[in-house]
């Protein structure tokens, strides 16, 4: 299985933009980049996922390199509520196989 | 409806114990999952049903029973536990069915913590 690389913990004030990144070298040429984070006492929420073009939602922009070894997520004006562990998460086009890495955990100042 | 639901929050129980987790999903979705997630890890995948039956097993102990009676509903039977076996159980589900090449955001439950004695 393609693994990912986060690092393990992220500082970022409140109302500053946040950039997470994520190796992953060994990704194959089907496998999508997902993005989700787990707040304190909730499960997972997907946040975000792209194949080779950089994509946006309401949440969060993905930034994927051109040769797709890596990619940013990219949070453009963090809050206090964005305190999470973001893991970054390789899947299967041909299937919904994922694997979740270590995450990142994030810490937003006031 | 965009909710998985799983119940209960929180169960303790003996090593003797027999108790079931139940999650339950409206969204019309045909794979669902249970993940198990101990204190400061990433959940691992323990099972995967798609379109009601069983896609996945990673190699998880007997003790754990899962069971998809409905495409709404998922439970994991639980069977002389060990202490070790104690961690948030969550679970998911997601649009497409196992080995479907499409858009499939994984939803999840809030999780039972279940704490064995």
């Known amino acids: 299985d393609a693994k990912t690389t986060q690092p393990n913990s992220m500082e970022s004030n409140e109302e500053e933009p946040v950039h997470l990144p994520c190796n992953h070298s060994?990704?194959?040429?089907?496998?999508?980049i997902h993005w989700y984070r787990q707040l304190p006492s909730q499960g997972p929420e997907y946040v975000i996922h792209?194949?080779?073009s950089n994509v946006n939602n309401r949440m969060a922009s993905l930034a994927i390199a051109e040769d797709r070894k890596s990619s940013t997520l990219i949070l453009h004006r963090a809050t206090l509520r964005d305190a999470a562990v973001y893991y970054c998460?390789?899947?299967?086009?041909?299937?919904?196989?994922?694997?979740f890495g270590a995450g990142t955990r994030l810490t937003v100042k006031p | 409806d965009t909710e998985v639901t799983q119940t209960p929050k929180h169960l303790v129980m003996g090593m003797t114990n027999k108790k079931s987790l139940k999650c339950e999903q409206h969204?019309?979705?045909?794979?669902m999952y249970w993940y198990k997630q101990k204190a400061k890890k990433p959940p691992e995948l323990m099972f995967v049903?798609?379109?009601?039956?069983?896609?996945i097993n990673e190699s998880v102990p007997s003790r754990f029973s899962p069971e998809c009676p409905n495409s709404s509903l998922l439970n994991l039977h639980l069977h002389a536990l060990q202490p070790e076996d104690s961690a948030l159980y969550l679970c998911?589900?997601?649009?497409?069915?196992?080995?479907?090449?499409?858009?499939?955001?994984?939803?999840f439950g809030p999780g039972t913590r279940l704490t064995v004695l």
């Open positions: 969204m019309g979705h045909r794979a």
């Open positions: 792209g194949l080779t």
């Open positions: 998460i390789l899947r299967a086009a041909l299937n919904n196989d994922m694997r």
């Open positions: 060994t990704i194959s040429g089907t496998d999508y």
């Open positions: 049903y798609s379109y009601e039956k069983l896609s």
């Open positions: 998911a589900s997601s649009q497409g069915g196992w080995g479907i090449s499409s858009y499939n955001e994984q939803f």
